[in-house]
T-cell receptor
């Protein structure tokens, strides 16, 4: 069964704080993991893509995967008001071409100036 | 930076009418997708398309839906007889040789 779960929030933090967003999944066959950011009434914007356990860093963003716990995280350092959005984790079915993504419902993040 | 574009941004139609949603994927991408997002709900996969045929489809993608790549640049989603529950944001996405899918801005479909 393809299930991806996220706490919907809202998560409200002050500007400059470190944000931790989390996602759990049920299917141990998942191999690839993505984080998207979605502003209200806009399309999802790809932030991070990883296909292994451990950490991947891109600027202020760090994606972390723990396959043994089926748990993925996105950390945002030095958070800015412009980071206020809904963050979606997404997992392709098997990692081959043309796989549909299974999305979590998203966590609504609010960065307070 | 190349991006996926979609038209129209908003489509209003009456129940039972046919609608066609249009997308221009990123030019060198090989895989194309449609997703929908009902207000307040998850983004849901509808269908993927590769090499001029459907590669994968979800349970949502029933006989009322069809996809087409009529030329070298456009990718369309047709809903033959719209229902009220088809009201949603519809997103087109495309990917290259990697699995990273890039989404368009969406078409908001309102069925009255």
């Amino acid at each position: 069964q393809k299930e991806v779960e996220q706490d919907p929030g809202p998560l409200s933090v002050p500007e400059g704080a470190i944000v931790s967003l989390n996602c759990t999944y049920s299917n141990s066959a998942f191999q690839y993991f993505m984080w998207y950011r979605q502003y209200s009434r806009k399309g999802p914007e790809l932030l991070m893509y990883t296909y292994s356990s451990g950490n991947k860093e891109d600027g202020r963003f760090t994606a972390q995967v723990d396959k043994s716990s089926k748990y993925i995280s996105l950390f945002i350092r030095d958070s800015q008001p412009s980071d206020s959005a809904t963050y979606l984790c997404a997992i392709p079915d098997s990692g081959g071409g043309a796989d549909g993504l299974t999305f979590g419902k998203g966590t609504h993040l609010i960065i307070q100036p | 930076e190349p991006e996926v574009t979609q038209t129209p941004s908003h489509q209003v139609t009456q129940m039972g009418q046919e609608v066609i949603l249009r997308c221009v994927p990123i030019s060198n991408h090989l895989y194309f997708y449609w997703y929908r997002q009902i207000l307040g709900q998850k983004v849901e996969f509808l269908v993927s398309f590769y090499n001029n045929e459907i590669s994968e489809k979800s349970e949502i993608f029933d006989d009322q839906f069809s996809v087409e790549r009529p030329d070298g640049s456009n990718f369309t989603l047709k809903i033959r007889s719209t229902k009220l529950e088809d009201s949603a944001m519809y997103f087109c996405a495309s990917s290259g040789v990697l699995d990273e899918q890039y989404f368009g801005p969406g078409t908001r479909l309102t069925v009255t």
